[in-house]
Structures are given as C-alpha cells and as structure tokens.
C-alpha cells in the first residue's frame, strides 16, 4: 500500500523560496501510470491544486502560481520535490502531496504539513 | 475565489439525504468526465470518496454516490449519520492538463 510522507521547514521567511519534499514509500514512484502532485489548504479556506509530476520529469502548474512553482521528480529516492519562490503571507497553509492516476482522482494522500511564511 | 463553485454549508438530520452541488463550466466539469469528491475531517487529509464522476472507491459507503449534468456534478448522501458531518470538496480536470477545486461545503448533521 503505497504511503506519501511530506518534509520540510514549518517556517519560511517573506521573500525566502520554500523546498518541500514528499517521500513515497510501499511502492516506486516509477512505477504504473501516476502523477505525483502538490496541493495546499490555507487555515479555514479550500483546497488549491499546485501542480504534479510525472516519473519523466513532465510537469504541470497551476497557471496562477506557475511563474513562482517548480515540482522535481528523483526516481532514485522515489521522492517529490515543491519549489515555491518569492513566499509571501498568502502562501501560508498546509500543504499536501497526493498520487493520482491518469487523468485521475487524488489518492492516497500525505498526511500534510503546516508552511507558515513570517515577516 | 475557487474555480468551482459548491454552498458554504448543508445540514440534514439523521436518515435523510442531502446533495451538495459543485458548479464549474465547460473548461472542466462540463469538458471531462474526471470529476471526484474529497471528505476532510478536522485535522486531516482529504479522502477520496467518488471519483470519475460515479465510482465509489473499495471500502467507502454505497450511501455516497455522485452525478453530473452539464456544467454542475453533485454529491449525495443518503441515510445521513452523525459520523459523515465533515467539510466536503469537488474537484475536477480542466483544460491545459491542470485541476481545479472546489471551496468545500461544511455538512451538519442535526
């Protein structure tokens, strides 16, 4: 049963560029067709989809964050990465990593982890 | 402002049924047939509870079911319990091989 385990700093500065990693254990990331993905949830509002990618290294953005985000892919540690640059209070939330098939649903997903960006 | 559109809250007592409605437009919804639906408790991750629009994954209630007309899909709940008062999202494919959520929808169960 594969499980996805988010890491990464709980605090980032303004301004500062934030790396998050999602670590996919019970199975490869290489194998099967599935999307790796970030998503993120503010305290007390929606879900906000941030990109995904493939095992190739293919991507895809949300087109309102796309200029600031990039999703990295290393087959070798079966692992995900998020780069978000020019943080600012608004990229405040919880964030997530989920697996999704082609074109797909999101499962399963990690359990989240709290990013909160100070001045 | 989310892409899609869902009610900020249903309620229902228990046994009854409710729907909550998640409206989009042809760029998603209404284009693809790849829509699905989370249920988050307080604390936790989503769960997938429908996805492509009807299917139920292994393991959830057959008393969650969904549906889609046009632009809108919907989610319905039949024989409410207290154990299904959650928050609730849609989400959906869209052009340009990206995807789109809804803002959730807060269930009481009376």
């Known amino acids: 049963q594969v499980q996805l385990q988010e890491s990464g700093p709980g605090l980032v500065k303004s301004s500062e560029t934030l790396f998050l990693t999602c670590n996919v254990s019970?199975?490869?990331?290489?194998?099967?067709?599935?999307?790796w993905n970030w998503i993120r949830q503010p305290a007390g509002k929606g879900l906000e989809w941030i990109g995904r990618?493939?095992?190739?290294?293919?991507?895809n953005y949300n087109p309102s964050l796309k200029s600031r985000v990039t999703i990295l892919v290393d087959t070798s540690k079966d692992q995900f990465s998020l780069i978000l640059g020019s943080m600012t209070a608004a990229d405040t939330a919880v964030y997530y990593c989920?697996?999704?098939?082609?074109?797909?649903?999101?499962?399963?997903w990690g359990q989240g982890t709290l990013v909160t960006v100070s001045s | 402002q989310s892409a899609l559109t869902q009610p900020a809250s249903v309620s229902g007592s228990p046994g009854q049924s409710i729907t909550v409605s998640c409206a989009g437009t042809?760029?998603?919804?209404?284009?693809?047939?790849?829509v699905s639906w989370y249920q988050q408790f307080p604390g936790k991750a989503p769960k997938l509870i429908i996805y492509?629009?009807?299917k139920r994954p292994s393991g959830v209630s057959n008393r969650f079911s969904g549906s889609k007309s046009g632009n809108t899909a919907s989610l319905t709940i039949s024989g409410l319990q207290a154990e299904d008062e959650a928050d609730y999202y849609c989400?959906?494919?869209?052009?340009?091989?990206?995807?789109?959520f809804g803002g959730g929808t807060k269930l009481t169960v009376l």
């Open positions: 989920a697996r999704s098939p082609y074109p797909g649903w999101f499962d399963p």
């Open positions: 019970g199975g490869s990331i290489s194998s099967g067709s599935y999307y």
């Open positions: 990618v493939y095992s190739s290294g293919s991507a």
């Open positions: 042809s760029s998603n919804i209404g284009g693809y047939n790849y």
């Open positions: 492509d629009v009807t």
């Open positions: 989400s959906s494919y869209a052009d340009d091989s990206t995807w789109v």
